[in-house]
């Protein structure tokens, strides 16, 4: 198992950072790498290609004009969440780049990096088991977390 994220650019760094630390957090190996789909296309697609034989999961983080994640999902067989890091520079509105893609380009997006990696984790537990306890484990710690803070009202 394991997660590829595929970044735009280098000042998507910290944010991968966070969607790799919580995805390890799964216990799933994590792989970051640099690519643009409108400057480097033929980079992309060796990534995919170098990555698509195992067991894995596209992590795809582009702001503004995000044409990496539809490229990376037509060119893969392999699951892709688009995880745009917010941008208070377009109001948010770059987001749509993530939203609108072409018939037959379907990458799932997801938002904030614990969500990303949450999702990550879900594909995997489709068929593992340890995986599916993990994730189970994981909403169960969360509904905790509400419990408690309901009672520290009280």
Wanted: glycine fraction near 4%.
């Amino acid at each position: 198992m394991k997660a590829v994220i595929i970044m735009g650019s280098k000042s998507d760094l910290d944010y991968c950072k966070k969607i790799a630390e919580k995805i390890t957090q799964f216990g799933i190996e994590c792989v970051l790498r640099v690519a643009s789909a409108h400057k480097t296309p033929e980079k992309v697609l060796e990534i995919i290609r170098e990555h698509e034989k195992d067991d894995v999961v596209f992590v795809t983080v582009a702001g503004r004009s995000n044409a990496l994640s539809g490229f990376v999902d037509a060119n893969t067989h392999k699951p892709v969440i688009a995880s745009p890091p917010y941008s208070d520079k377009f109001g948010g509105a770059d987001i749509f780049s993530s939203i609108r893609m072409p018939s037959g380009v379907a990458p799932m997006l997801v938002l904030e990096a614990e969500n990303t990696a949450l999702a990550v984790a879900k594909i995997f537990a489709m068929k593992n088991e340890m995986m599916r306890e993990k994730v189970i484990q994981f909403q169960e710690e969360k509904r905790e977390e509400i419990y408690k803070a309901d009672d520290e009202m009280r």
